[in-house]
């Protein structure tokens, strides 16, 4: 019998997917979407080509009781679809503020994921914060679509590093308001 690790971390249920804390059983689905050089480079912290242990090691940190970024994944099962369709994460930055990062597997691309996924978060604000911030690669104009159609408005340009890419790359700020 195997035992999942168990973490304080609340299952948040949508209406097309749910949002649940990250199983060691993921590893598989996470290790084969994020090791897709699309996905990576889309982020600041993938590193492509996907070392051995950096997925279990992401899983490991995410169940750890003192982590600062809690992660949730997209799970499809209750309307048949794949438990992992993308992740999705909350960064306490500090008192009520957090910062939200995702990335949606290919596979599910325009197809409205990231959007439900955004405000079935938004909507249960896990972290009661005030206000929500997050930034997206100026040549990623999907995910400052899915962020401004939830209602994000732009601060302004700034960059980050990219492990997968290598480089710094611009980046698009926002924030949002809590409801």
Known sequence: MTMETRIDQPLIEGDRFDLRPLRDSDRGLIEFYAGDERVAAMTSSI???LPPGTTEAFITRAQAPDRAEDVW?????????????????????EQGQSEVGFWVAPAFWNSGVASAALETLLGAN????????????????????????????????A??????????????TYSRKAD
């Open 47 to 49: 590193p492509h080509p």
């Open 73 to 93: 994944a997209m799970d499809g099962t209750k309307q048949g679809g794949p438990e992992v369709m993308g992740l999705i994460g909350l960064t306490r930055i």
């Open 126 to 157: 896990p972290h009661a914060c005030k206000t929500f911030f997050a930034s997206v690669f100026q040549d990623n104009p999907a995910s400052a679509r899915v962020l401004t159609n939830s209602g994000f408005a732009y601060l302004g340009d």
């Open 159 to 172: 960059e980050t590093f990219s492990v997968a890419r290598g480089a710094k790359v611009p980046t698009w």
